[in-house]
T-cell receptor, first 109, second 116 residues
């Protein structure tokens, strides 16, 4: 199936630092989604993007839908310990969703 | 609106047994997708049901099957369980319509299956 390249695979940062992760694809998507997953739980939707160039914020989180429609990034500003988890990107084309391999974020107090 | 619900949350089975997992989507959603998640493997797509029909399918053996009912609730069945089937099984619901509709997938909490 379709593969989304998500990077970095893991990040270890100090509390208070900003974080940036991104997803790229060889195909065009009409929706980009970002999720956070805590251990043993289902992914929770953070931000949904529906238009090329769209920039959307959710508190300290900001995500953008790339102009080429083949990429998206997620930024987290002023990280805190509860930001720890795995972040997934997802792209939608037609009625199918494709997921990145995840970015594991560790925040060191 | 209530979120996506999955039952049971935890399940322990032995090799060779079969198991049925249940998922109730968000009210009004007609698409239910199932994923298998194991450490280091990310989210592996199993299949998607829309209006009681399997619309998309991943690369899993025939031991993995599913169905959807008229109220959009879905069940997933795994027969002849193997040790490697131990995983978190996630279901996600969406409206299921493509085109200009802003469609988003919402996940349930998952069912943790352990095969001994």
């Amino acid at each position: 199936g379709q593969q989304l390249n998500q990077s970095p695979q893991s990040m270890f940062i100090q509390e208070g630092e900003d974080v940036s992760m991104n997803c790229t694809s060889s195909s065009i998507f009409n929706t980009w989604l970002w999720y956070k997953q805590d251990p043993g739980e289902g992914p929770v939707l953070l931000i949904a993007l529906y238009k090329a160039g769209e920039l959307t914020s959710n508190g300290r989180l900001t995500a953008q839908f790339g102009i080429t429609r083949k990429d998206s990034f997620l930024n987290i500003s002023a990280s805190i310990p509860s930001d720890v988890g795995i972040y997934f990107c997802a792209g939608r084309t037609g009625n199918q969703f494709y997921f990145g391999t995840g970015t594991s974020l560790t925040v060191i107090p | 609106k209530a979120g996506v619900t999955q039952t049971p949350r935890y399940l322990i089975k032995t090799r060779g047994q079969q198991v049925t997992l249940s998922c109730s989507p968000i009210s009004g959603h007609r698409s239910v997708s199932w994923y298998q998640q194991t450490p280091g493997q990310g989210l592996q797509f199993l299949f998607e049901y829309f209006s009681e029909t399997q619309r998309n399918k991943g690369n899993f053996p025939g031991r993995f099957s599913g169905r959807q009912f008229s109220n959009s609730r879905s069940e997933m069945n795994v027969s002849t369980l193997e040790l490697g089937d131990s995983a978190l099984y996630l279901c996600a619901s969406s409206s299921g319509t493509s085109g200009r509709v802003r469609d988003t997938q919402y996940f349930g909490p998952g069912t943790r299956l352990t095969v001994l």
